[in-house]
């Protein structure tokens, strides 16, 4: 599946028999972790991090998977970028653009971004509704990338990380080094609102 711009394909709004949960107005209430409940795994990298989670990407979290292991959407969205047909990883500059991932609208211009995504494992397509904890694809080791991992991130419409949290880690924001494990549970629950879909650019984030 080759990456698409998909901004014309979503441009309404989805009612839902529920109230929306509108994101970053309590957003622990709002992300899950982008792994499937009962998934264990350890941050590689968190917030702040030396090796690569600087300027733009400073809110961002590596998540330690084998490679194959199922990434899942963080929260209700429209999925607006979807890219798995790049095979190679590696830590050469020249391969910070080219990196399998899937970008989900959540609306107010926050998206949330997941990298290294496996070769061909992608299960969803630009403009598609999306419940948290629907399946996305698989974790993998594409890109700018120097070990099998899931790296996950909020963005604002300034195409810069924005601080987060999940609902489903004790404090919120894990740390470098912490184990933890996912809740992230799929249930339907009605049609999806997503206010006020972002109007971005195509998105360039390919940090490890």
């Known amino acids: 599946m080759n ?27 709002f992300y899950r972790l982008p792994l499937v409940a009962g998934t264990k795994t350890t941050v590689l990298q968190g917030n702040h991090g030396a090796f690569s989670h600087t300027g733009v990407n400073e809110f961002a979290w590596d998540f330690d998977v084998p490679e194959g292991t199922p990434v899942v959407a963080a929260a209700d969205g429209v999925v607006v970028e979807a890219t798995d047909h ?13 990196v399998n991932r899937v970008n989900v609208d959540h609306g107010r211009g926050f ?22 904890g629907q399946p996305l694809g698989k974790s993998g080791n594409t890109g700018f990338s120097t070990q099998p991992h899931v790296h ?57």
Not at 13 to 22: E, I, Q, T
Not at 113 to 130: D, E
Not at 194 to 207: D, E, G, I, K, T
């Open 3 to 29: 990456r698409i711009a998909a901004w014309a394909l979503v441009p309404f709004l989805f009612g839902c028999a529920r109230d929306p949960v509108v994101p970053h107005a309590d957003p622990c209430a």
């Open 86 to 98: 790049f095979v190679e990883g590696g830590a050469r500059d020249a391969l910070r653009q080219r």
């Open 111 to 132: 998206l949330s971004v997941y990298q290294h995504l496996a070769p061909h494992s992608v299960v969803v397509r630009p403009g598609q509704l999306v419940y948290r």
């Open 152 to 208: 996950y991130e909020i963005v604002d419409g300034g195409e810069r990380s924005s601080p987060s949290c999940f609902g489903d880690v004790d404090g919120g924001v894990p740390s470098q080094g912490q184990a933890v494990v996912s809740d992230n549970r799929f249930e339907p629950r009605g049609r999806i609102v997503v206010p006020q879909l972002s109007q971005m650019p195509r998105l360039a984030y390919a940090q490890n």
